[in-house]
C-alpha cells in the first residue's frame, strides 16, 4: 500500500524559509512523476513544482527561483524548499504522484493525472 508522509509544514514570517518532506512508503514503481499542489482557502488546488526519475523539474509560473523541488532516491522522500515565503504562500501543500510515467510541461498541472496523495500540511506565512 502506498503512503505518504508529509511534513515541514508550520507558521512563518513572509521573508523566512521552509522545506517541505514527503516520504513514500510502499512506492515499487520503475518511473514516476510527483508533484506539490497546494490549496489555499476557498482556492482550487494548484500545482507548485514537480519532478520525476528521469531527473526533469517543473515549476508552475512565477514559482521557480523561490521554490526548489527535489527527490532524494536513497530516502524515497521529495522535498520542497521554499525561500523567501510570501503571505500568499499560505496553503496546505500536499504531495502527488502518478506511476508509470514522466512529468511533462502543462500535464503536471493536472490534478486528476494523479493517483497518490498525502494529507496535506499547513504553510501559514504571516506578514
Known amino acids: 500500500q502506498v503512503q505518504f508522509a508529509e511534513s515541514g509544514g508550520g507558521s512563518v514570517q513572509a521573508g523566512g524559509y521552509l522545506r517541505l518532506s514527503c516520504e513514500a512508503s510502499g512506492w515499487r514503481y520503475s518511473h514516476y512523476c510527483m508533484a506539490w499542489y497546494r490549496q489555499a482557502p476557498g482556492n482550487q488546488r494548484e500545482a507548485v513544482a514537480a519532478f520525476d526519475n528521469d531527473n526533469d523539474a517543473y515549476y508552475a509560473d512565477g514559482l521557480q527561483g523561490r521554490f526548489t523541488i527535489s527527490l532524494d532516491y536513497d530516502k524515497n522522500t521529495l522535498y520542497l524548499e521554499m525561500l523567501n515565503v510570501q503571505v500568499s504562500d499560505t496553503a496546505v501543500y500536499y504531495c502527488?504522484?502518478?506511476?508509470?510515467?514522466?512529468?511533462?510541461?502543462?500535464?503536471?498541472?493536472?490534478?486528476?493525472?494523479?493517483?497518490?496523495w498525502g494529507q496535506g500540511t499547513q504553510v501559514t506565512v504571516s506578514s
Open positions: 502527488a504522484a502518478v506511476e508509470d510515467t514522466w512529468c511533462y510541461p502543462g500535464e503536471f498541472q493536472q490534478a486528476a493525472r494523479f493517483t497518490y
